[in-house]
């Protein structure tokens, strides 16, 4: 069993910044990938990032590319998003999940764990 934990979601202006924390359990967690997901009020949750077991590779929307970094530390179990240059199309509840191989996923249906999600609101 995994559990997943999100943090540092917040208001935050149009330009700003934040970084999301997403704390794992177990001890497999540097085996697989992990991703971002987010799904802003009436409309399906989306990809937003993905980076491989090892933290080598990482994939993004095109939404996000260029201002948002997916990064991983095994030895703390966490994986992380710094999100730059925030927009108000990107409020949204942010979730974090855990892939079911080491590889880039960007379909929900390859993910088996998922935190509970943390919130993101343009505070303009």
């Known amino acids: 069993q995994v559990q997943l934990v999100e943090s540092g979601g917040g208001l935050v202006q149009a330009g700003g910044s934040l970084r999301l924390s997403c704390a794992a359990s177990g001890r497999t967690f540097s085996s697989y990938a992990m991703g971002w997901f987010r799904q802003a009020p009436e409309k399906a949750r989306e990809f937003v990032a993905s980076?491989?077991?090892?933290?080598?590779?990482?994939t993004y929307a095109d939404s996000v590319k260029g201002r948002f970094t997916i990064s991983r530390d095994n030895a703390k179990n966490t994986v992380y998003l710094q999100m730059n240059s925030l927009k108000p199309e990107d409020t949204a509840v942010y979730y974090c999940?855990?892939?079911?191989?080491?590889?880039?996923?960007?379909?929900?249906?390859?993910?088996?764990?998922w935190g509970q999600g943390t919130q993101v609101t343009d505070s303009s």
């Open positions: 999940a855990k892939s079911k191989s080491g590889w880039l996923r960007n379909s929900m249906r390859d993910y088996d764990y």
């Open positions: 980076i491989n077991w090892s933290g080598s590779s990482t």
